[in-house]
């Protein structure tokens, strides 16, 4: 059974930071890509950074420079630190692993408000 468990989120104030853990299990974790997503009220899901098993990143414009996606494949942990937040990253954050399939976890909330 594939599990993903995210967990970090909550309430922050702009320009503070948080980081995101994403746990996995049921797979082999070194051979996915992982990623993080976001979906924000009343709008689609869309994508925040990828990482590949091979350890390549790639990040949505709006958040390049603020955040960073890494992976420690020793822990199958997939991390995102995000810094100088704004209002506008409120949404929930899903953590997502592919290969042939793809998989998700239930989403964690960050909030940045003041």
């Known amino acids: 059974q594939v599990q993903l468990v995210e967990s970090g989120g909550g309430l922050v104030q702009p320009g503070g930071s948080l980081r995101l853990s994403c746990a996995a299990s049921?797979?082999?974790?070194?051979?996915?890509?992982m990623g993080w997503y976001r979906q924000a009220p009343g709008k689609q899901r869309e994508l925040v950074a990828t990482?590949?098993?091979?350890?390549?990143?790639n990040y949505a414009d709006s958040v390049k420079g603020r955040f960073t996606i890494s992976r420690d494949n020793a822990k199958n942990t997939v991390y995102l630190q995000m810094i100088s937040l704004k209002p506008e990253d409120t949404a929930v954050y899903y953590c997502n692993a592919q290969r042939r399939t793809n998989f998700w976890g239930q989403g964690t909330q960050v909030t940045v408000s003041s």
């Open positions: 990482i590949t098993s091979g350890g390549n990143t």
């Open positions: 049921g797979i082999i974790f070194s051979m996915y890509a």
